[in-house]
């Protein structure tokens, strides 16, 4: 986490006192509870929170929920443009964005491994602070487990998210229609190649910084425009190629995108061509693809690069009548191929 | 982006396509020896835009397909070994042996390792001075060198606790092989720029000379691979068969002499078992005596351990080009890159992998029109 407004505060814990996290503080005396006090209640702020009830009880001002958990267990904890704290809050407010909903409150489990640094969790406390406060959502109930040294790998965290629906569109890959237009909100791949340049120590002349954002304000403003959504996906691990197939399996329809449309920056392309990977597979943390219909698609185009929001946003595609489930790529000199998912992670190329 | 972008071109690509059509009067077959290049191929599409007349069969230069299953079952029982650190290109991890594969090993407790550069196995030797660090030394021309500097590194360095399991195998024998072999319908190479890059194309002329053969020595990019068919088929519609080298921009005939050094000082040729291909003479690399104490097969004493190939898969006939993934009964079915019965499914490289990935819509049509992709 760099230059927001907290920098420069310092760790509420005296690192003289506990520098680093003990089996005590997560067993249930008086260490946990100055712990949770004055790293998470102190930093999340909110009247729910404050409570220090076994949950959060509140109102919803819709009868259509979202309601949606996942788990984060990045290594390393801190890379360029974000750390495990932004994407444990980003990460679940995008996936209620994609059901079309407006995120309200987050829970957030941390599984922390005995002698992580103090310091550390406090940064990755304050950057969820930050982010939850960009994405307009609260944490307002959680939990925490201290695991024995050796058990854990510093710090895991796991959010949950609850978010309000206040609009009748049903979004999902089941309403993807023939004609669609497929909409990408920004370029792929730099998130999974920030962290595998971090990772693996490989450096390129300029740092590649991971794409972690939220997503939630571009769709709410997108239905605020009236756009007929079909359906929304954020690319997370498998990146664009996987999305694109999950949804195109669902629908039953084939989805047929060009490469040469697809906008990938040069510091990622070059990143991937060393490597031999392709960045249609590589993992995104900040962008989503918009199914519209296509009278919709140059309006919906306007509004996600409105006020340079997102302006490499792009068309990338269609989707077709054929009732063939598959997606097709049209490559760079003009033959079509099909596009699958990986069966795992790519591997850099041999020789 | 530059060097990429000018060769992958559009406008380029059909204008060669047409010169293609152009010089084209008859059926040809003509083999790309690298899997990096079938890869391109099947990506963007070569084999749909060129005349159906031109047959491309896949060749055996997919390092990770190639190597024998018995050197995966040694790989496995060093890999198995108390306080052994095995060190491998992911790839690797996935082939299957002759019982399980190395992931399983690892899954069981195994300390098995994925590298990107053979040099890293030597930090890992320096941390872990207690421990034995093995670097699985698999690939062609272009792995040997930096292979070759590990060795030599290690010795500098004097690490007695790091060996190479040596699994280096050489393009021009397998190429030989293929064409002396009985049924062999190759007319012409596209030849693997990445390895004449390291050791030059000198070594094909003979292959030239002695088959009436073209060998085009021909780079990675969809405009590379096209300009490479186009000379190839020139000299075939030509009547003559002469080296030729598309890749100038990468490659000299007497390719990079400061990397043969290397591989001099510690490597010498020996006889190789490949998989599917069997046992070509003088197609391997092993450590010279000099360095002979770097060998992990006799470090572990595995040499002796051997292993037949699994009847199932047809992988053999697929790295020969006498048979496409889809002529495999089980290609798709019960062979899939989830879970693959041979090599030529695993690795990204491998004809097999490629066919699934880029072409799996249109299996069972191809199968139905007798091979024949385009209509």
């Known amino acids: ?351 | 982006m530059r060097y990429v972008d000018e060769f992958r071109d559009h406008e380029a690509a059909v204008r060669y396509v047409r010169q293609i059509n152009r010089i084209t009067t008859r059926e040809w077959t003509i083999m790309e020896v690298c899997g990096g290049q079938t890869h391109a191929i099947l990506k963007s599409g070569i084999d749909q835009l060129i005349p159906g007349k031109i047959n491309l069969l896949h060749g055996p230069g997919c390092p990770v397909c190639v190597t024998a299953v018995e050197l995966i079952d040694r790989a496995i029982a060093i890999a198995s070994k108390e306080n052994v650190i095995f060190c491998s290109f992911g790839d690797m991890l996935r082939v299957p042996g002759s019982s399980k594969d190395l992931i399983s090993v690892r899954a069981e407790g195994g300390d098995i390792r994925t590298v990107y550069a053979p040099t890293d196995t030597i930090r890992i030797a320096y941390e872990n001075p207690d421990r034995e660090v093995v670097f699985f030394g698999i690939g062609f021309e272009t792995t040997a060198p930096a292979n070759a500097t590990l060795v030599y590194q290690a010795r500098q360095m004097n690490l007695k606790n790091l060996s190479i399991l040596m699994a280096q195998v050489l393009i021009p024998p397998a190429m030989e092989a293929i064409l002396s072999a009985p049924g062999n319908n190759v007319m012409g190479f596209l030849a693997a720029g990445h390895v004449c890059s390291v050791v030059g194309y000198d070594d094909y002329e003979h292959i030239v000379s002695k088959y009436n053969v073209p060998i085009v020595v021909t780079g990675f990019e969809p405009l590379d691979i096209l300009q490479g068919i186009y000379m190839t088929i020139a000299q075939l519609e030509e009547g003559r068969a002469e080296v030729e080298n598309q890749y100038r921009r990468a490659v000299r005939r007497e390719g990079n002499i400061t990397a043969q050094k290397i591989m001099g000082e510690v490597f010498n040729v020996v006889d190789r078992r490949w998989r599917g291909l069997g046992l070509i003479e003088k197609s391997g690399l092993a450590l010279i005596h000099k360095y002979a104490e770097f060998d992990a097969e006799i470090r572990f004493g595995v040499e002796q351990l051997t292993a037949e190939e699994s009847t199932e898969c047809i992988s053999g006939l697929i790295l020969q080009g006498k048979k496409k993934p889809y002529d495999c009964p089980v290609f798709g079915s019960l062979c899939t890159p989830e879970y693959p019965l041979g090599a030529t499914m695993v690795s990204s490289e491998g004809a097999c992998a490629a066919y699934y990935r880029y072409r799996k819509e249109g299996t069972e049509s191809i199968k139905q029109s007798g091979g024949k992709e385009r209509p």
Request: proline share 4%; glycine share 10%; aromatic share 6%.
């Open chain 1, 1 to 351: 986490m760099s230059d927001n407004e907290y920098s420069g505060l310092s760790c509420p814990i005296p690192i003289s006192e506990y520098p680093h996290v003990l089996l005590a503080h997560g067993g249930g005396g008086k260490l946990m509870h100055q712990l949770i006090e004055k790293i998470f209640t102190a930093t999340f702020a909110n009247p729910m929170l404050e409570t220090a009830h076994d949950g959060a009880v509140f109102k919803a001002d819709s009868d259509r929920l979202a309601f949606t958990t996942d788990s984060y267990v990045v290594d390393p904890l801190f890379f360029p443009g974000g750390d495990i704290g932004k994407l444990a809050v980003d990460g679940t407010v995008n996936d209620l964005a994609m059901c079309g909903a407006r995120p309200l409150y987050l829970s957030c489990g941390f599984i922390i491994e005995e002698g992580f640094s103090m310091d550390s969790l406090w940064k990755i406390a304050l950057s969820m602070k930050q982010a939850a406060d960009e994405a307009k959502v609260s944490i307002v109930t959680g939990d925490t487990k201290v695991v024995d040294k050796g058990r854990g790998h510093g710090l895991f965290i796991n959010t949950a998210g609850i978010g309000s629906i206040g609009h009748d569109l049903t979004i999902a890959p089941s309403m993807v229609q023939p004609g669609d237009a497929v909409i990408v909100n920004g370029d792929i791949g730099r998130h999974g190649m920030a962290i595998m340049a971090h990772r693996e120590s490989l450096s390129f002349e300029t740092t590649i910084e991971s794409d972690c954002a939220p997503l939630a304000d571009t769709v709410m403003r997108l239905l605020d425009e009236d756009i007929e959504i079909h359906c929304l996906r954020d690319l997370t691990r498998g990146g664009l190629a996987a999305s694109l197939v999950e949804i195109a399996s669902v629908s039953g329809y084939r989805i047929a995108v060009e490469e040469s449309k697809i906008p990938v920056v040069d510091q990622v392309r070059g990143a991937c061509e060393i490597l031999g990977f392709d960045p249609t597979y590589v993992a995104n943390e900040g962008r989503m693809v918009i199914f519209v219909p296509k009278k919709e698609a140059e309006k919906a185009l306007a509004v996600l690069r409105d006020q340079g929001l997102w302006p490499e946003a792009a068309i990338i595609g269609r989707v077709g009548d054929e009732r063939t489930g598959i997606v097709t790529m049209k490559s760079l000199i003009g033959a079509e191929r099909i596009v699958d998912m990986l069966s795992g992670e790519q591997l850099p190329r041999i020789c």
